[in-house]
């Protein structure tokens, strides 16, 4: 009977070790699972983290860049404006300069072919106008009527029947150069 038992034992003793260790085995391939899947499930947190860091940097660094191109446009824009500015007074500061005068109205003449004409003048040119006519012959000849008009300066030419005019006006003349100037203001500036 001992004998029975103790060989009874050795099998349910062989059994209980062989159901413990397929256990245990089993229990470390689920914490090994478990492992891979927790060290799996970190790195996926730490690229979607870097993934967003990133797309944050790269956000950031385009916001700066945007900053910084408005800024230097604002100064680009702000040279150019200076430029313009200090074209107008001085063109303004020719006002009044009876050879500028003659000058823009013999021009004006010479390309409408008119023999006599009306001549529009900014305010502040007004008296070396009347004076130019009352002192040339010529101008007193062909100037019929002078007028008043709002410019920094210069004139505009217009035959007697008002059909065809030349407009020597600083402002005009400024604003059919600037579009060709700007840029080369630009390549020089900038």
Excluded: C, H, W
């Excluded at 062989?18 to 799996?40: D, G, M, N, P, T």
């Excluded at 007074?89 to 003449?109: C, H, P």
């Excluded at 007028?147 to 005019?165: A, P, T, W």
């Amino acid at each position: 009977m001992e004998r029975l038992s103790s060989a009874i034992l050795e099998k349910v003793s062989a059994n209980a070790k062989a159901i413990v260790k397929e256990a245990e085995e089993r229990a470390e391939q689920r914490i090994k699972a478990a492992q891979e899947q927790q060290r799996a499930k970190l790195e996926e947190q730490k690229s979607k983290l870097l993934n967003e860091a990133n797309a944050e940097a790269i956000r950031i660094l385009a916001q700066a860049a945007i900053g910084a191109r408005q800024e230097t446009l604002t100064a680009k824009t702000a040279v150019v404006n200076e430029v313009i500015d200090r074209a107008n007074k001085q063109l303004a500061s020719l006002a009044g300069n009876e050879r500028v005068l003659a000058n823009l109205i013999k021009e004006g003449i010479a390309i409408l072919g008119a023999d006599k004409v009306r001549v529009y003048v900014s305010s502040k040119d007004l008296t070396a106008m009347q004076k130019l006519v009352k002192e040339d012959k010529d101008f007193a000849k062909r100037v019929v009527e002078v007028k008043r008009q709002d410019s920094l300066g210069g004139v505009i030419v217009e035959d007697v029947e008002g059909k065809n005019r030349i407009d020597n006006t600083f402002d005009s003349r400024l604003e059919m150069l600037l579009p060709r100037l700007l840029p080369e203001i630009g390549k020089g500036l900038f």
